[in-house]
């Protein structure tokens, strides 16, 4: 297509953000364009949540396996690199969106192939893959859901050193031998697990003092306790100043040390994809995050006819959140677009309200780390009179779980409202306790109310009992 066209509602990014903010217009009516220079799907799809959770999953049912007398017996071998890899790609589909692009037509979204920018107020330029430049105007609103990529510190040879980001750890066709992984957060974390687990050497190599610096102190601790019990040679409070390559060999340097691999995996933050999407033709900053209320629309624009939702506003940097945000934003548009306000609890499904105080999460670690809320941290920096419960996971259900089973809980509860604001559980299959804890704090359930919120029986969900028995009830 070339020329000119136009459309209710444009959106720059189609991956799982951009497609939910597409989805949720289309059905409420609007005529929605769909703008995609990659894979329809995103990152999630193919490079981060689905191919790294399946790289995981098989060592972890392996270890809990390991730790059930007569299941364990049955585990007579190492895990299988090769079937390993094959499953992961099922999961991406081969790095085919085909699938994707079916759905995108059977809803009634117009995809276009190619790289949008803005060009001005409510008009995105797509300079689609055939060379052609199309021109599309929103009637209503442009929504960015360009998302986030991996951020290249400024070490002395780095990039030229070819190094892995996320992207190449979670695609790679084959386990390297030795892995450097510069980094302690997230990704570091759980692809020092993924990988040692297919039997590569790993060494990670960690600026702070600990792990997984935005959760609680425990989690980190626990977390690096795993890793090393796994093999990885984890090595804190370091500070990488170069980075060579020599053909199939690369050199990390730290002062008057170094490490040698054969692949290095930088995982130190993400930036927001705003460097080349013409957002200073709106008055706005190439490469920094773009700020949003609640609907998700961009404030400093003139006109408010801009959104921004997932991985480039900043807000919370997982797929859930800015797919959640995705809805919200979607209703919102819609809302205005019949010229209805939406501000006050009339409106509540058009703000992303959770991103202020009750985002989940889960890092797929070994133990795994499930936490939804204010770190105890957090939540008297917010100036809230809280008081903190901490539990060992204990319980009946966790020693039918695993012999030997360990993992703590807490929980992090405002005194003068008497409902919980955070809470964090470090254990094997605690993630499946999450969504519990994510409705009380959404739900602001008071803990006396909580009390006859009965757990079942054996289950590690009796953690909860305990620690509302430790808290005094």
């Avoid at 996320?166 to 697990?193: D, H, Q, Y």
């Amino acid at each position: 297509m070339t020329g000119s066209q136009e459309y209710d509602v444009v959106v720059i990014g189609a991956g799982a953000v951009g497609e939910n903010a597409a989805d949720r217009v289309v059905k409420a009516g609007l005529r929605a364009a769909l703008v995609e220079s990659d894979l329809i799907g995103g990152e999630c799809s193919y490079w981060a949540c689905m191919p790294s959770k399946a790289l995981l999953r098989g060592s972890e049912i392996l270890s809990e396996a390991r730790a059930v007398p007569g299941a364990a017996e049955a585990v007579t071998g190492a895990q299988d690199v090769a079937k390993t890899l094959e499953r992961r790609d099922g999961f991406t589909s081969n790095w085919s969106d085909e699938g994707q692009a079916k759905w995108v037509a059977d809803v009634g979204i117009e995809l276009f192939r190619g790289t949008g920018r803005l060009a001005g107020p409510k008009r995105v330029e797509v300079q689609g893959r055939d060379g052609e430049t199309t021109t599309l105007t929103a009637r209503q609103a442009v929504v960015i859901a360009t998302g986030s990529h991996a951020m290249l510190p400024p070490i002395d040879g780095l990039a030229e050193a070819r190094p892995w980001t996320s992207r190449e750890a979670t695609s790679a066709k084959a386990a390297p031998r030795r892995l450097v992984v510069i980094g302690g957060g997230v990704v570091a974390v759980e692809m020092a697990t993924a990988w040692r687990a297919l039997r590569s050497e790993v060494v990670m190599l960690v600026r702070g003092p600990s792990l997984l610096r935005k959760l609680e102190p425990f989690a980190g601790d626990l977390v690096l306790a795993g890793l090393r019990e796994l093999g990885v040679d984890v090595r804190t409070e370091v500070e990488v100043d170069r980075v060579s390559r020599d053909g199939n060999t690369v050199r990390v340097g730290m002062g008057d040390d170094t490490v040698d691999g054969d692949q290095v995996l930088v995982a130190t933050g993400r930036t927001a994809g705003t460097s080349d999407l013409g957002v200073e033709t709106v008055g706005l900053t190439p490469g920094e995050s773009l700020e949003v209320d609640d609907t998700c629309r961009v404030t400093g624009v003139d006109g408010g006819w801009l959104y921004a939702t997932g991985d480039v506003n900043g807000r919370r940097l997982l797929t859930h959140m800015g797919k959640y945000q995705a809805r919200a934003c979607g209703a919102a548009i819609a809302a205005r677009a019949r010229g209805e306000q939406v501000d006050g609890a009339a409106w509540a499904l058009t703000s992303a309200t959770a991103d202020h105080g009750a985002t989940p999460s889960v890092v797929f670690s070994s133990p795994t780390v499930a936490s939804v809320g204010r770190t105890e941290a957090e939540a008297r920096k917010d100036g809230l009179n809280v008081r903190a419960i901490s539990h060992d996971i204990n319980v009946a259900g966790a020693s039918l779980y695993a012999d030997g089973y360990t993992g703590t809980a807490k929980i992090v509860v405002d005194e003068d409202r008497r409902i919980l604001v955070g809470a964090t559980f470090v254990g094997p299959g605690v993630q499946e306790l999450l969504h519990s804890a994510t409705v009380a704090i959404v739900g602001e359930v008071t803990i006396d109310r909580l009390w006859h919120a009965v757990p079942s029986y054996p289950t590690i969900s009796e953690v909860w009992l305990r620690l509302l028995e430790a808290y005094g009830l």
